[in-house]
Each structure stands twice: as C-alpha cells, then as structure tokens.
C-alpha cells in the first residue's frame, strides 16, 4: 500500500510538468494524455525497481519518448509531398505566435522535436538528452540544430500589411 501511495503522490505531483512534456512530443493534447497514461502505466509496474526515486522524472520522459517513436512508427503516412508549397497565410496578432511554434514543433521529425523539447522545454543539457534518447551528444548537437534551423524558417517574420 505504501508504494501505491507513493507512486499516487509522484503522479500527482509531477503530473502537470510530465503532461506539459508528453504534449511537446505529440503536438495534440488527447495524444499527450494517451501518452502520459501509457508512460505512468509503465512506471508503475517497474516503480520497485526504480531505487533512484530521484530519476523518476527521467524514466518517464525517456518511456515516453519510447512509446512516442514506436506510435509514431505504427502511423501511416498522411501527408504527401507536393511540388507545389501552400500559401501561407499573413498573421499580423502576436498572440499567433505561441499556436505557430506549437504547429512549427509538430511538423518537425520525431527525433528533431524530442531533442528540442527536451533541450528547450525540459532544460535537460546535450549529454542528459544523448543519455535518455541513446544517441551521442555530437547527434543531439546536430538534431538540434537542424531542428532549430527549420523552426527558424517556419517562424520568418513575414512582411505586414501595414
């Protein structure tokens, strides 16, 4: 009963923060919540053996970063090339720019995106990125930087109507 409550306690205490994180990876807030459930599901069941209480935060981001890859993986493909680029459209409301980092972050590669938002959103340094997602710290150097290339050029400041 004791590890029941404990492991209660951690969700209810870091739920938000590991809700906020599961939403920067799937870009949708019903996936994030599927995501998170999933994630806790996984903890749950390893919590005895998780001695370090103080990586829980890491052994959850790093499930879920796991579950993320292998849903994404399972989707088909549904969006398509084109040799034409849509028009994009002229927002002059800075209130958009929160909604178009967010929609930036979503077309972003699976890898690319869970580097930025570990890196950004999580703060984690390279090496604790390269330790949770298995890759060496000169790949995070360079996922993040592509990552934060294409952000840049989806962010462009396009001109005003004025």
Request: charged fraction near 30%; avoid cysteine.
């Amino acid at each position: 009963m004791g590890n029941h409550e404990e492991f209660r306690e951690y969700v209810v205490t870091r739920g938000p923060a590991l809700l906020r994180a599961a939403h920067q990876l799937t870009g949708n807030p019903s996936d994030a919540e599927d995501l998170l459930q999933a994630a806790l599901a996984k903890t749950y069941v390893a919590w005895d053996r998780i001695q370090d209480r103080s990586s829980l935060d890491g052994y959850v981001r790093r499930a879920m970063v796991n579950i993320n890859i292998s849903w994404w993986r399972r989707r088909k493909l549904q969006e398509y090339p084109s040799d034409e680029l849509p028009e994009v459209p002229l927002q002059q409301d800075v209130r958009h720019h929160h909604e178009d980092l967010e929609r930036a972050l979503e077309r972003l590669p699976v890898r690319q995106r869970t580097a930025i938002v570990l890196r950004y959103y999580e703060d984690m340094t390279e090496p604790e990125i390269a330790k949770a997602l298995g890759i060496s710290i000169g790949t995070v150097k360079s996922t993040v930087s592509r990552g934060m290339a294409k952000l840049r050029g989806d962010m462009a400041v396009q001109p005003s109507l004025n």
